[in-house]
């Protein structure tokens, strides 16, 4: 079952949203794995989160925002590592206007 079709059986099933986690990303640092985001956005109706996934800078959080449809973006091992501050990451992303928590 490729993720496509597993995220389509997940909201079939009741979840309310999608953590999307593209492992051959992950910890690359190469930025997100925009088609897949796409990809799974397009869909299913439930909002997709679109996990760290290769995050190694702070465009790469603006670039997932402006070039999918995905509600929320999370990373963990960047900040874990303290390669990217996260308040840089918030301070970039309101300067897109791109709202941050």
Same mark, same amino acid.
């Given at each position: 079952?490729? $993720?496509?079709?597993?995220?389509? #059986?997940?909201?079939?099933?009741? #979840? ?26 397009? #869909? ?29 973006? +999370?990373? $963990? ?15 970039? +992303? ?8």
């Amino acid at each position: 079952m490729d $993720a496509i079709d597993l995220a389509k #059986a997940c909201e079939e099933l009741g #979840a309310g949203e999608i953590l999307l986690n593209c492992i051959d990303k992950d910890g690359t640092n190469s930025g997100f794995d925009l088609e897949l985001i796409n990809q799974v956005r397009s #869909a299913v109706s439930i909002p997709v989160i679109a996990s760290s996934s290769g995050a190694g800078k702070v465009e790469h959080f603006s670039e997932v925002f402006e070039k999918t449809g995905a509600e929320a973006a +999370l990373a $963990a091992g960047i900040f874990h590592r303290e390669e990217v501050p996260i308040s840089a990451v918030k301070a970039h +992303l309101r300067e897109r206007g791109i709202e941050t928590r």
